[in-house]
T-cell receptor, first 114, second 115 residues
Framework: KAGVTQTPRYLIKTRGQQVTLSCSPISGHRSVSWYQQTPGQGLQFLFEYFSETQRNKGNFPGRFSGRQFSNSRSEMNVSTLELGDSALYLC?????????????FGEGSRLTVL | AQSVTQLGSHVSVSEGALVLLRCNYSSSVPPYLFWYVQYPNQGLQLLLKYTSAATLVKGINGFEAEFKKSETSFHLTKPSAHMSDAAEYFCAVSESATGANNLFFGTGTRLTVIP
């Protein structure tokens, strides 16, 4: 069974640009969550999507957005990039209801903002 | 509000020695508690979870954790450390029974195993 796939794995952007990250969940998983990981703040919840609807949202500015498609694939977008957005962005998929909190993580997309 | 505190950002143990990683939680509702492990340049992998069943939870790779409500703790242990256990470990909490998958993670503990 294929795991969670995130693309791209590494990318470099400059301040003011925008970026789109993609996540393909494990087949059959309908919930996709996104987390930001930085050395200073650790792992922080961005948002969760289920059935193409945002179900939960963390405490991030509106520059951070996401969406989920009918095949459960998800994208997140960060607009007007800031230096502080440099981080590892992790996507996680899960079944809903049965295994609450049991997340399967991808290897992440490492974003560097210059 | 939920939160997790992991005591000790770095822990070093000798190979074969006991591993003890500490986690204390705060939650206004019965919590679900988790330990995840992250190897270098990889995502997180679930080690074990507590969801209000048995208080002693066994996970993968010989790890286990005990839920102690009176101490609001969920410490992770392994009787004998192996070199392959070197990684970063995260404790996490979520609200029970909501179906939500937004976890609150601790700041992590980096485990070093000395040969």
């Amino acid at each position: 069974k294929a795991g969670v796939t995130q693309t791209p794995r590494y990318l470099i952007k400059t301040r003011g640009q925008q970026v789109t990250l993609s996540c393909s969940p494990i087949s059959g998983h309908r919930s996709v969550s996104w987390y930001q990981q930085t050395p200073g703040q650790g792992l922080q919840f961005l948002f969760e999507y289920f059935s193409e609807t945002q179900r939960n949202k963390g405490n991030f500015p509106g520059r951070f957005s996401g969406r989920q498609f009918s095949n459960s694939r998800s994208e997140m977008n960060v607009s007007t990039l800031e230096l502080g957005d440099s981080a590892l962005y992790l996507c996680a998929s899960s079944l809903v209801g049965v295994n609450t909190g049991e997340l399967f993580f991808g290897e992440g997309s490492r974003l560097t903002v210059l | 509000a939920q939160s997790v505190t992991q005591l000790g950002s770095h822990v070093s143990v000798s190979e074969g020695a006991l591993v003890l990683l500490r986690c204390n939680y705060s939650s206004s509702v019965p919590p679900y508690l988790f330990w995840y492990v992250q190897y270098p340049n990889q995502g997180l992998q679930l080690l074990l979870k507590y969801t209000s069943a048995a208080t002693l939870v066994k996970g993968i790779n010989g790890f286990e954790a005990e839920f102690k409500k009176s101490e609001t703790s969920f410490h992770l242990t392994k009787p004998s450390a192996h070199m392959s256990d070197a990684a970063e470990y995260f404790c996490a909490v979520s609200e029970s029974a909501t179906g939500a998958n937004n976890l609150f993670f601790g700041t992590g503990t980096r485990l070093t195993v000395i040969p």
